[in-house]
């Protein structure tokens, strides 16, 4: 099932975070199957060029407020018969600079998101993470795997903030009946990623177009499974879609170590960048693969897109960008 081809089953959606990396792609799907759409953002991690695609397009309207804040629900009147909790910084650049917003967002904007979802009798769904499962013990991991998250160091305002959001999600779905969704989804890729947001494929591709030496942490023998944009928007709306409240993984199943995509990467921008190895952040997940039994089974979903067509794809998005065209060295 596509929701590019099929009438989407919503008339009116918001979505938190619409203006960041995926929360774009989000609305821009939902217009195309002819969906209204409340954008909300705070521009803390995202950008309104990421929208201005959309911005005049009609049942599109951008709403920049922070959905942390008591007052979203009185700038968002609805109805709405979809809400869908993407706000929230992702990479981990974004949520070590923004400790305290992250925490909140995941907290008190979970809360009042679920609030908007409750007043309108709306599905939710939340924007979890792979990082609920933090470094974790089993391989792969499946949605009934609990974890393995250190709740002091560095990474936690992120994790722990998923993982209260995940609680908060089903006390709603327990105490109030809601019609809501979690999505866990794994590391994602493609166009609209901010070139300096320290995700390992922006930051490796411009490098790459630079000429510069691409930078792998630690030796690089720990893995990450990478999923397209375009696959894992597929597999949020399937979600939104279905009647699942409990979470779905989401992710690619092409696990590879991070030294072998910096040579992807490498090899697929025809560089001349040299490899060069910088320190391992703490708490670094040492394996990463989604189990997407569950995903297939209810909802049909499955990766499309190669690794190779999704990275071209994203190398011709960097490319084209101001900011790193005029870096790209002469190859
Ligand atoms: N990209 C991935 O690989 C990935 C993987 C797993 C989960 N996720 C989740 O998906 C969501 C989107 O991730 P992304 O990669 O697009 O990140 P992103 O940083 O590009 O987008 C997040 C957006 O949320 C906005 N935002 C943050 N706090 C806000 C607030 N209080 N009020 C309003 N807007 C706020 C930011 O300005 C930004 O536009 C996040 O919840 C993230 O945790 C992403």
């Known amino acids: 099932m596509s929701l590019t081809t099929t009438p989407a ?25 002819g969906v209204e759409v409340d954008c909300v953002d705070n521009l803390l991690s995202g950008s309104e060029d990421n929208i201005a695609p959309m911005a005049d397009r009609p049942g599109f309207r951008f709403v920049r407020c922070d959905v942390s804040s008591g ?36 907290s008190l904007g979970t809360r009042n998101a679920l609030k908007i979802a409750l007043r309108d009798d709306a599905r939710f769904l939340f924007a979890s993470t792979s990082e609920v499962y933090g470094d974790p013990l089993v391989h792969p991991q ?12 560095p990474r936690s305002v992120y994790d722990e903030s998923k993982r209260f959001a995940e609680a908060l999600v089903t006390a709603y779905v327990g105490t109030k009946k809601l019609n809501a969704g979690i999505v866990r989804m794994f590391n994602t890729y ?6 300096h947001d320290g995700r ?10 630079a000429g510069e ?15 397209y944009v375009d696959d894992t928007v597929d597999g949020v709306l399937l979600v939104a879609a279905s009647k699942a409240v409990r979470p779905v993984n989401i992710g690619g199943g092409d696990e590879a170590t991070v030294l072998d995509i910096a040579r992807r990467v490498i090899a697929l921008t025809g560089s001349g960048s040299r490899l060069t190895f910088i320190e391992r ?23 499309k897109v190669a690794w190779e067509e999704g990275i071209k794809r994203t190398i011709a ?12 060295s002469r190859l």
């Open 9 to 33: 089953p919503w008339r009116r959606a918001v979505v938190t975070g619409g203006a960041g990396f995926l929360g774009s792609h989000l609305c821009e799907r939902l217009l195309d199957s």
């Open 317 to 328: 998005h960097f490319s084209a960008l101001p900011e790193t065209a005029s870096r790209v």
């Open 281 to 303: 952040p703490t708490d670094d997940p040492e394996r990463r693969r989604p189990d997407t039994t569950l995903a297939r089974e209810l909802l049909g979903w499955e990766p």
């Open 142 to 153: 499946r949605e009934d795997y609990w974890g393995n998250v250190n709740p002091v160091g």
């Open 71 to 106: 007052s979203v629900a009185g700038e968002l009147s609805g109805p709405y018969d979809l809400v869908l909790h993407f706000a929230c910084p992702a990479s981990p650049a974004d949520y070590l600079r923004h400790p305290l917003e992250t925490m909140d967002v995941g």
């Open 190 to 195: 493609g166009p609209r990623m901010r070139a």
């Open 213 to 227: 030496p691409v930078t792998v942490a630690g030796d690089g023998s720990q893995t990450r499974s990478l999923c």
């Open 200 to 209: 390992a494929v922006p930051t490796f591709v411009c490098q790459a177009l």
